[in-house]
């Protein structure tokens, strides 16, 4: 049964640049949540979607967007890229607002 | 707004030696509790949860953590570390009505021969 996989493992982009991180959840699971996480802190959440809608967001500025599929995987997008997202993207995925599990998470570094 | 403190950034170590490392939270409703663990590069794995029930948790590689209401602490400890525990551990806590994760910063506990 695989986990939460996460694409690419690592990204590296310019300042002003776009990205797009995906995320498949673990079998059976429906809810896709993702956070950020800076070097040498903790995690920090983006928000969560479930049946393809933002359920809950954090205080991330609208840059930060995301999508989820009818398969449950997601996508989490990051518009005009400053040197300060650089960081690791993590994507859990849930049944609904159970216990959440964790991906290994994509690496982005913007110069 | 919850909040969560880890209290050490670093705890070193001897291996076969006891260890706790602490975690305080506040929130004004009912909660969830998480430890997590994170190996050097790599994801975040569940470690062990508080949902509801007893107070002491465990994990199955011998790591346990009580949740103390009085106290709004969530405590892991283990009685005898291994080399293979070095690793940076993760509190969290959500509201039993919220949907998202609040971690504390991470604690490093470093395992030493």
């Known amino acids: 049964d695989a986990g939460v996989t996460q694409s690419p493992t690592h990204l590296i982009k310019t300042r002003g640049q776009q990205v797009t991180l995906r995320c498949s959840p673990k079998?059976?699971?429906?809810?896709v949540s993702w956070y950020q996480q800076a070097l040498g802190q903790g995690p920090q959440f983006i928000f969560q979607?479930?049946?393809?809608?933002?359920?809950q967001r954090g205080n991330f500025p609208d840059r930060f967007s995301g999508h989820q599929f009818p398969n449950y995987s997601s996508e989490l997008n990051v518009n005009a890229l400053l040197l300060g997202d650089s960081a690791l993207y993590l994507c859990?995925?849930?049944?609904?607002?159970?216990?959440?599990?964790f991906g290994p998470g994509t690496r982005l570094l913007v110069l | 707004a919850q909040s969560v403190t880890q209290l050490d950034s670093q705890v070193p170590v001897f291996e076969e030696a006891p260890v706790e490392l602490r975690c305080n939270y506040s929130?004004?409703?009912?909660?969830?509790l998480f430890w997590y663990v994170q190996y050097p590069n790599q994801g975040l794995q569940l470690l062990l949860k508080?949902?509801?029930?007893?107070?002491l948790v465990e994990s199955i590689n011998g790591f346990e953590a009580e949740f103390n209401k009085s106290q709004t602490s969530f405590h892991l400890r283990k009685p005898s570390v291994h080399i293979s525990d070095t690793a940076e551990y993760f509190c969290?806590?959500?509201?039993?009505?919220?949907?998202?994760?609040?971690f504390g910063s991470g604690t490093r506990l470093q395992v030493q021969p």
């Open positions: 508080y949902l509801s029930g007893s107070t």
């Open positions: 969290a806590v959500r509201d039993t009505g919220r949907r998202a994760l609040t």
């Open positions: 929130s004004s409703v009912s909660v969830y």
């Open positions: 859990a995925s849930s049944r609904g607002v159970e216990t959440q599990y």
């Open positions: 979607y479930y049946e393809e809608e933002e359920r």
């Open positions: 079998s059976g699971h429906d809810t």
